[in-house]
């Protein structure tokens, strides 16, 4: 079976299921696991340079919208259809972070070739858990994919059995800069199982900007920076602009130094198996705790406490 990935958090679901060596086709955002994906052909590329816009630069250039608007991919068709895929998988949850559904269909429909196009739309942790045993389905390997699906969820309850007990921090995620952007979907459900009460965003929702002055009145004891599609590196760069906002210094999560940068598209972004890690990171960062694999200062770091220089 020929299988192009068009969302990355796919490709991270096809690993899973140790089929990454029938990768034909993937984005160029797919880097998940470096070691099995490095050689598998690109058939995406961005319109965009994200490294040298900024998060408003970006924002206003897709829309206005960290979740809506024009898509920052653009899809070789020409490619794909070189690629003779089995399956193509795709996405239609967000209009930004991968390619649509709909091109995605139109394009399949121009092959002259029996595919089929499988669209993934979790919201929820169960969804996205659930989403392993869709894809396993398809490609044909779904009692494999019921089995990592319960070793994943006997990671999530290890997490929760790690902080049961202690008190619940009041956290707040944001997921994009400027405009500030709540992480909502997986997300909360990640913060309750890590030991956490999410605040302003709910699980599963598909949400909004927030002002400033909401993270100010919610008095978050912990605050998480993990910008959707930015590494922990390129997310210090623009540390400014929640640094340099009004009242930034009182904000009892910056006063007890407990604001956090994480890897947002490797464990928080992606609707992907890696979501777990993102819950056992998540119990260090709330308690302390070890869940699962030590966590490294790669996934986990401070973020700057005092107005950037």
């Not at 816009?53 to 608007?69: K, N, P, T």
Request: proline share 8%.
């Amino acid at each position: 079976m020929r299988i192009v990935s068009l969302l990355p958090a796919a490709t991270d679901l096809v690993a899973e299921l140790g089929l990454a060596g029938r990768l034909v086709g993937r984005t160029h955002e797919c880097d998940w696991p470096p070691e099995d994906v490095a050689g598998v052909p690109v058939v995406t590329g961005a319109d965009l340079d994200q490294d040298a816009l900024s998060s408003r630069e970006i924002s206003d250039a897709v829309g206005g919208s960290a979740h809506s608007g024009s898509s920052l991919y653009r899809l070789d068709t020409e490619a794909l259809a070189a690629l003779r895929p089995d399956v193509v998988l795709t996405q239609d949850l967000c209009a930004v972070c991968a390619v649509s559904y709909e091109r995605v269909g139109a394009a399949v429909r121009l092959l002259d070739a029996d595919t089929r196009v499988l669209s993934l739309e979790p919201r929820t942790l169960d969804d996205v858990l659930d989403c392993l045993v869709t894809v396993g389905e398809v490609l044909g390997v779904r009692e494999r994919a019921v089995r990592r699906r319960a070793a994943l969820r006997e990671r999530l309850a290890a997490v929760r059995a790690a902080v049961a007990g202690r008190e619940r921090a009041r956290v707040v995620a944001v997921e994009w800069l400027d405009p500030l952007w709540p992480a909502g979907h997986w997300v909360p459900e990640q913060i309750t199982a890590a030991g956490g009460t999410p605040l302003l965003a709910a699980p599963g929702e598909h949400t909004a900007p927030m002002t400033w002055e909401a993270v100010r009145e919610a008095r978050p004891d912990v605050l998480l920076v993990l910008p959707c599609g930015f590494p922990p590196e390129r997310t210090l760069r623009e540390a400014r602009l929640l640094t340099g906002l009004p009242g930034w210094a009182e904000l009892p999560a910056v006063r007890a130094g407990r604001v956090h940068v994480l890897d947002g598209p490797a464990y928080f972004n992606r609707p992907g198996p890696r979501v777990v890690r993102g819950a056992e990171v998540l119990a260090h960062v709330l308690h302390g705790v070890r869940a699962g694999k030590p966590v490294t200062a790669a996934e986990a770091r401070p973020f700057p406490a005092g107005p950037a220089r």
